[in-house]
């Protein structure tokens, strides 16, 4: 691949808190979801992936683009909403 091309991945990022202990009183956080789980693994065999998703201004949002940077998948192209705060139940 050209320097400038980037293997791009389009939808939603989610968090997985799974339960510590049977008490379920804490908890561990964790990216998830297939568009996550593409744009990671793209990543660590090498090839440079791009994501596209919207993330609010909240502490978990920040986990997510957090974890991206770590993971080293670009979020250039990624909205940062102040304004809205996204949350699946």
Do not use: C, W
């Not at 293997?7 to 996550?36: H, K, P, Q, R, S």
């Not at 974890?67 to 139940?89: F, H, I, P, R, W």
Request: aromatic content about 8%; glycine content about 8%; charged content about 20%.
């Amino acid at each position: 691949m050209k320097d400038n091309e980037h293997i791009l991945v389009y939808g939603d990022a989610f968090v997985d808190y799974i339960a510590d202990d049977a008490t379920n009183t804490t908890f561990t956080t964790y990216m998830g979801g297939a568009t996550i789980n593409v744009a990671t693994g793209i990543s660590r065999i090498g090839a440079p992936s791009s994501l596209i998703t919207i993330t609010g201004d909240d502490q978990t949002s920040q986990f997510v683009r957090d974890e991206l940077a770590k993971e080293g998948v670009d979020t250039t192209m990624s909205q940062l909403s102040v304004s809205v705060v996204y949350t699946y139940t």
